[in-house]
């Protein structure tokens, strides 16, 4: 559908499911002012599947799948969704649901199989420019993350990844060849996936590529320093960010006018207590997983509880390092699934709380006996609406109402039997309720320009291997096929009601 004919069909939808009933009512010219980007996400590794013969090189990801123990199912992204093949069909699926805009990632392998080691991999790039156009053809804006946790295995080989400062070359080399052949098309960039807990669960817990922890952590067989080297890889990271965004700034924004930025994961952590304790350890926590990366890419410094607690474990920014910060970024994505309660355990004695280099406290999902909200069909997951509104407001107000695009948002679906999958009335929920406190944040004047649901398709969800189900498209992985569940045919009427939320607040004005 194009957009036009979704904004006409919304007049006249009437919404009605379990508890509620919206009517959608939105005026063309409404439908027109709107630049709001609404969207579905996914991940090259997630997606595709791995398919070497077009010269794709290895991928740190297809590398541990391989490796036994790793993923709950055993199964990894050999074939996984097999979007590789099927985009065309996938496309379609989101032009009947009207979004505007589609968040896939590069394979960084299937550019550059070797890294700046070796040569482009022109078959990678003739597949993402065929996929970027076909997606303009359907008046869908390509929002493009650079690395979704997969690198190239030749980089973790040749000089462990991460660790080595000389990635940010093999980074920057990746990001302007991406810029390059796709710019032109592209207006949306965003330079890594969660970035903290890639740095986390690579080098802490060892429970993602390169598998590296040691003490209390693990001790785990390729080794590690897990209260070292998480903060070796993040600062690697940051800079790496830094490099692509000085080239990006250099040498194309100015003829290609597009944005770009860096996705963290930010669920939100609510102080068990009142106390001054258990609220400074929240603000402890945010900086130890969030503030870690955008207070020196937004502000220039680590945060100073970092500095404080971790000392010389944590490195230094030089002066040119500082001058390649100061590029910044132009938005900040937000991946947000879930809350929990923080108390403290760096001046309360707290039996299970983490270590000093992750900041003493710990989370914890009830109180009193009550959970934080209604749980979800995974342990981790609760339905905290409010926790959307409250982390966009904290993210404005430390970074000057950044622009920010909620990158991924969505519910875990545990069932077993496809007539419950396809009945997914908990997602349907989920998406309205979170949908409704974003708005509230907007209307508090957060600049929050777009929301991508994650996913498009259920697909393969990394430890969890294909046990749990995201998609709003159901997949059948024996055959492939998609089938749409019940949150496939309620986003339409979801994106409109949004719009009327938003409408209201400006008509107000
Ligand atoms: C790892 O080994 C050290 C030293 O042998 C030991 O103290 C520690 O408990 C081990 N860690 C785990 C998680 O088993
Ligand atoms: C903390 O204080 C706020 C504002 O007074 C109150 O609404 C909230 O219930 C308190 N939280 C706890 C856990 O006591
Ligand atoms: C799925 O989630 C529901 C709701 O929380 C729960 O009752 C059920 O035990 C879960 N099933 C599995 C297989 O985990
Ligand atoms: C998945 O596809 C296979 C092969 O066509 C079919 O036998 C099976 O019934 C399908 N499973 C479901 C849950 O529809």
Not at 463 to 476: H, M, Q, W
Request: proline share 3%; glycine share 8%.
């Amino acid at each position: 559908m194009e957009p036009a004919v979704f904004w006409h069909t919304c007049l006249a939808i009437f919404i009605s499911f379990s508890g509620f009933m919206v009517s959608c009512h939105l005026t063309d010219q409404v439908s027109l002012s709107s630049n709001f980007l609404f969207g579905t996400a996914s991940s090259s590794y997630q997606y595709e599947g791995a398919f070497l013969s077009d010269g794709k090189g290895l991928s740190n990801w297809d590398v541990f799948t391989h490796e036994a123990g790793h993923v709950k199912d055993g199964s990894n992204g050999d074939v996984a969704v097999d979007h590789y093949h099927r985009y065309l069909e996938d496309i379609k699926l989101m032009a009947d649901m009207g979004v505007n805009s589609f968040r896939f990632s590069i394979s960084w392998a299937r550019i550059l199989p070797k890294g700046r080691f070796g040569k482009v991999n022109m078959a990678g790039i003739e597949y993402y420019s065929k996929l970027i156009d076909a997606l303009l053809l359907k008046g869908i804006q390509p929002f493009v993350t650079l690395t979704h946790y997969d690198i190239p295995q030749e980089l973790e080989d040749r000089y462990g990844g991460w660790l080595n400062s000389q990635i940010q070359y093999d980074f920057s080399y990746f990001a302007n060849i991406c810029f390059k052949y796709f710019g032109d098309r592209v207006k949306y960039w965003i330079t890594m996936n969660e970035a903290s807990f890639v740095a986390i669960s690579g080098y802490r817990d060892g429970s993602y590529p390169p598998a590296r922890c040691s003490g209390i952590f693990g001790n785990c067989s390729a080794g590690g320093d897990s209260e070292r080297e998480p903060f070796i890889a993040a600062h690697n990271m940051i800079l790496s960010h830094a490099a692509a965004v000085r080239i990006y700034r250099t040498r194309y924004q100015k003829c290609q006018g597009g944005m770009i930025g860096i996705t963290m994961g930010v669920e939100w952590y609510e102080p068990f207590s009142n106390s001054s304790e258990d609220i400074a350890a929240t603000q402890r926590a945010r900086s130890f997983y969030t503030n870690w990366f955008l207070d020196p890419i937004i502000l220039g410094r680590y945060p100073e509880e970092m500095v404080q607690i971790l000392g010389s474990n944590l490195p230094e920014f030089s002066v040119s390092d500082l001058r390649m910060l100061s590029y910044g970024l132009d938005f900040i994505g937000i991946n947000h699934y879930s809350a929990v309660y923080i108390k403290d355990c760096l001046y309360s004695a707290c039996e299970h709380g983490n270590s000093w280099s992750e900041g003493s406290y710990l989370t914890t999902t009830q109180r009193d006996g009550v959970y934080i909200g209604e749980p979800g069909e995974v342990d981790w997951q609760f339905v905290y609406p409010q926790g959307i509104e409250k982390v966009v407001m904290y993210i404005k107000d430390r970074f000057n109402n950044t622009p920010m695009f909620i990158t991924e948002n969505g519910f875990a679906g545990n069932s077993s039997s496809i007539e419950d999958a396809l009945n997914d009335v908990h997602r349907v929920k989920y998406m309205h309720s979170y949908l409704n406190s974003l708005a509230n944040a907007i209307r508090k004047g957060a600049d929050v320009r777009g929301y991508f649901a994650w996913s498009l398709l259920d697909n393969f969800e990394w430890l969890d291997g294909y046990t749990i189900r995201f998609g709003l498209y159901y997949v059948n992985y024996t055959n492939l096929q998609r089938t749409p569940k019940l949150s496939a045919t309620k986003y339409p009427e979801l994106m409109c009601n949004f719009h009327i939320e938003l409408e209201a607040h400006t008509a107000q004005k």
